[in-house]
């Protein structure tokens, strides 16, 4: 069973700078963050493969959020830098023991925190 615990949520300014982090016990193949801004559908925006470097990007973040482990401390990271408006919503660490085929459908990450609010400011 993999537990993941949100935290770092709050306002930020259009511009500005983030840092979301997530605490998991258990062991999870793939780690990711994902996001739901009110009334829109879960969106994928980055994730990491247990064990290697591979990570992958929402087109909607590249170049602005960077995802990162502490492998040691248990702990995975979503930095975000230049916010946007778009980028509100309440944020989710989310876990799988396998790699999904589509890394960005949140239906193929069966562990979920319980989501960390992000609010942009202009």
């Known amino acids: 069973q993999v537990q993941l615990v949100e935290s770092g949520g709050g306002s930020v300014q259009v511009g500005g700078s983030l840092r979301l982090s997530c605490s998991y016990s258990g062991w999870s193949f793939t780690l990711g963050w994902f996001r739901q801004a009110p009334g829109e559908g879960r969106e994928g925006v980055a994730v990491?493969?247990?064990?290697?470097?591979?990570?992958r990007y929402a087109d909607s973040v590249k170049g602005r959020f960077s995802i990162f482990r502490d492998i040691g401390g248990k702990m995975l990271y979503l930095d975000m830098n230049n916010v946007k408006p778009e980028d509100a919503g309440m944020y989710y660490c989310?876990?799988?023991?396998?790699?999904?085929?589509?890394?960005?459908?949140?239906?193929?990450?069966?562990?979920w925190g319980q989501g960390t609010q992000v609010t942009v400011s202009s």
């Open positions: 989310v876990g799988s023991a396998s790699v999904p085929h589509d890394l960005f459908n949140a239906d193929e990450y069966p562990y």
């Open positions: 990491v493969y247990w064990g290697d470097t591979t990570i």
